[in-house]
């Protein structure tokens, strides 16, 4: 088993992530991107400039602890993507998440409807 599954339902390895490094996660697993794309829908949520001093660090960082893998598109151009470990560290953190939201059938149903919403 990998570092980042878990067996007892608690969030393994992204219970040492930062906000922001979970939030890259998250933008990942929709696709690999490029760091101004991850910049860019970073900004997007925050509402703020993110600048490539805390970007870029963070995702070394992330390809470091085996969650992102990068690799070169050109000369200029590095493309990020979770790696199987990423993945679980999302599902981690969305499995613990959802462990504390969803206390009652009420609950249940609201998240229910917000998945619907996005397929």
Partial sequence: MSEAQTV??????????????????????????????????????????????????????????????KSELDKRTNQYELTDDGHEAVLDQLNWTLSKVVTDDERADTVRELVDDQL
């Fill in 8 to 69: 007892s339902g608690e969030p393994g390895i992204v219970r040492d992530l930062t906000a922001f490094q979970q939030n890259i996660l998250v933008i990942l697993s929709e696709e690999p991107r490029y760091g101004l794309a991850i910049k860019r829908d970073l900004e997007e949520y925050y509402g703020d400039e993110v600048n490539h001093g805390r970007l870029y660090p963070n995702l070394d960082e992330l390809v470091e602890m085996g969650l992102v893998e």
